[in-house]
């Protein structure tokens, strides 16, 4: 009463309903798996096809020489049904020679064509048809239904072929294989036995190609799976890289010049100071400072703040060569180190930054102009110098200063005998 009980709510429509409805979902998921593998595997099977075709050519050709040699065991000499047999194999070796050279003339094998497609599923019912035929007439020879076990195997085992048409090709088959039973079968034992080998032989070959398909179909979606990971993975890293390098530009240039940093230009400075040393070159540096930035921060916001020093960025970018290091060093502060330069020639440079920032307005919007002046403070080692940059750069904040102290608007150089003459002093328009 207990087990019965049990059963019963074991087996509740409930619980029945859920069980089909689960089946039902996992079948779904598989077809679903299986639309996206078909035309991938119709290209594998037909590339299949002519080597599975090849090396069926050498049986059939023995299934001939036996039956028409009358070889075949138990068959007695002169009898008609071995030849039928050999007639049949003949038939299937030239219509199988024929396909052969049809799939290598269209080159259906390389292609997905309405042929294509079809050629799969004919050749697995071809198959099993011939075991099928085969099976049956041996029954007047030697009852067995070996040819169609084996060809049920063959197909399940070498042919990638979707279940539903391999269902549909075994179930249509074993129906066959069991009617022509009756009218081919010596006994009722003998019928009986070899109905239940048919339907196991169909059931083999379900089996072996529904593992085949499945296995294929799971392993075609990891591969897709895995490339497509892969491909991710490949747009991250290049992402990463363009972010590595952005933040690599940012670690190392003024956010708002584009100039390199004080850190930065420190870094480079010391392999330009080592490069010079051992090359026996000239070296100068440029301290630049706008004169009375202050006043425009305070007058005019940060905003035009950040004009100004935008401005002075382009017009020393502007003025010095592509080999030359520049550098935002501080709120109004430029630094320049030019390799193979002389003091006078630094000198040069300043000035013509000078001049140029003098006579330039620089437009800050709603009709408003400001022009700004500038002061510099140069230094320069001659060729065969031994110094430090960390000297050099010393040096020309200390004539910056001096330029700053003497009245702005200036270029001073480290030795005061060759201080250049200011221009006009700044003035705010």
């Not at 996992?26 to 078909?38: C, F, G, N, S």
């Not at 294509?116 to 198959?127: D, I, K, Q, T, V």
Request: charged share 15%.
């Amino acid at each position: 009463m207990g087990f019965s009980g049990g059963w019963a709510g074991a087996a509740s429509p409930e619980m029945q309903a859920n069980v089909l409805k689960h089946i039902f979902v996992r079948l779904r998921a598989w077809h679903d798996e299986h639309d996206q593998v078909a035309d991938a595997a119709l290209l594998e099977n037909l590339g299949r096809l002519p080597w599975i075709l090849a090396a069926l050519l050498p049986l059939l050709v023995t299934g001939c020489y036996l039956s028409w040699g009358g070889q075949i065991i138990g068959a007695p000499s002169g009898m008609w049904l071995p030849r039928l047999i050999g007639w049949i194999d003949l038939f299937t070796l030239l219509g199988l020679l024929v396909l052969l050279m049809v799939i290598r003339w269209r080159r259906l094998n390389e292609r997905i064509t309405l042929l294509s497609r079809l050629l799969p599923g004919f050749l697995a019912a071809l198959f099993v048809g011939f075991g099928l035929t085969l099976s049956t007439l041996s029954q007047w020879l030697l009852p067995s239904a070996t040819m169609y076990v084996l060809c049920c195997v063959f197909a399940g085992t070498l042919l990638l072929i979707r279940p539903r048409v391999m269902a549909l090709i075994y179930l249509t088959s074993f129906a066959i294989f069991y009617m022509l039973l009756g009218h081919t079968a010596t006994s009722l034992g003998v019928l009986v036995i070899l109905r239940f080998h048919g339907g196991l032989a169909a059931a083999l070959g379900m089996c072996l190609s529904l593992v085949l398909w499945r296995r294929y179909a799971l392993t075609e979606l990891l591969s897709r799976q895995v490339h497509a990971q892969g491909r991710v993975l490949e747009t991250q890293n290049a992402e990463l890289e363009r972010q590595k390098v952005v933040l690599e530009r940012l670690s190392q240039h003024d956010p708002l010049t584009g100039l390199l940093n004080r850190r930065a230009f420190e870094v480079q400075a010391d392999k330009v100071v080592s490069r010079s040393r051992r090359e026996g070159t000239a070296l100068a540096a440029i301290m630049l400072d706008l004169d009375h930035f202050k006043e425009v921060n305070d007058q005019h916001g940060h905003p035009a703040g950040d004009l100004v020093i935008k401005f002075m960025a382009h017009v020393i970018q502007t003025s010095v060569r592509e080999t030359d290091l520049v550098a935002r060093v501080g709120g109004e502060e430029f630094m320049l180190l030019l390799s193979a330069t002389s003091a006078l020639a630094a000198g040069g440079v300043a000035e013509k930054i000078r001049q140029r920032v003098a006579q330039a307005p620089i437009e800050l919007g709603r009709d408003m102009v400001v022009q700004m002046t500038i002061s510099a403070g140069v230094a320069a080692w001659e060729a065969g110098h031994t110094g430090e940059f960390e000297d050099l750069y010393a040096t020309a904040d200390g004539a910056l200063y001096a330029a700053k102290r003497a009245g702005r608007n200036q270029v001073v150089f480290a030795d005061e005998t060759q201080k250049m003459h200011p221009m006009s002093s700044p003035c705010l328009v």
